[in-house]
């Protein structure tokens, strides 16, 4: 393993990663990874620690090439938005993949709550960026999706002040073509924080689209469960399946076998 570090945008925000050594020439050894962007929640107004390493060393250890993006929050946003550092991560990997040992057609990205919002956003948005900046997939953990009725009023304000044409922009269940990217999204039904409808929502209008979509709903469960191990302090075992449905998820998609 090694590791490897990029500032990225005009606030020159992390993205840290975690890199499989080459062993291709290894007879029975695999070539280039899937690479995965982890986007931690917070409600744009800080990064959550539980979803960063408790999700990083799983995804890692199924022999995925991971990185953390430490996204613009609060007062940064003016300067640089999430949705573009998240253009120009992906980006950069892509770029570099030859000495990152990446499949270029098999980079991810995976966000929890305002971190889903993150990642839905660029798999919305992509083309404003370019194809380099395309997500093969995206993986929605209790993502925040829409700044209207049933969003979340203090990511909404974080990230929009408000703004009427930046609520209607970063609504995403208003965003789906036929281009965005495919997408699993997992969601609880009791989460309190983060209502579970706009998930419901956002996967009608990808599959309207015709675009790959497989959405999990989990009877109970708060919000902010990453792995859902008691890791991170709060343990729901109701959740903890989610982990391996997402592995089956992308391992199809980029023909990926552990």
């Known amino acids: 393993m090694r590791t490897a570090k990029y500032l990225i945008g005009d606030n020159k925000v992390e993205l840290y990663g975690y890199i499989h050594e080459d062993q291709a020439k290894l007879e029975g ?20 620690p539980r979803e960063e390493d408790p999700v990083v060393f799983p995804l890692f250890s199924h022999g995925y090439n991971v990185f953390v993006l430490k996204y613009s ?8 938005w999430p949705e573009a550092e998240a253009a120009m991560a ?11 040992n990446t499949d270029p057609d098999s980079i991810f990205i995976m966000g929890f709550s305002a971190g889903g919002h993150v990642a839905a956003s660029i798999a919305c948005h992509w083309k404003r960026y370019g194809e380099l900046s395309k997500p093969n997939a995206a993986v929605l953990c209790y993502p925040v999706l829409t700044m209207g009725k049933n969003g979340h009023a203090e990511s909404t304000m974080y990230l929009t002040g408000g703004d009427e044409r930046l609520k209607a922009y970063y ?70 399946s989610w982990m391996d449905l997402c592995f089956t998820f992308l391992d199809t998609l980029c023909d990926f076998e552990k």
């Open 73 to 80: 929050i609060g007062e940064q946003i003016k300067a640089s």
């Open 171 to 240: 609504s995403l269940e208003t965003q789906v073509d036929d281009d965005t990217s495919p997408c699993f999204i997992w969601h609880t039904i009791t989460d309190a924080s983060v209502p579970y409808r706009p998930s419901v929502e956002f996967s009608l209008a990808l599959e309207e689209h015709g675009v790959e979509c497989e959405l999990h709903l989990y009877a109970r469960g708060r919000h902010g469960l990453s792995t859902g191990y008691g890791e991170t302090g709060v343990r729901e075992r109701c959740v903890q």
């Open 90 to 100: 992906i980006r950069a990997i892509r770029e570099d993949s030859g000495k990152l």
């Open 29 to 48: 050894c695999y070539g280039k990874r899937p690479c995965i962007i982890v986007c931690p929640g917070g409600a744009y107004k800080l990064l959550s």
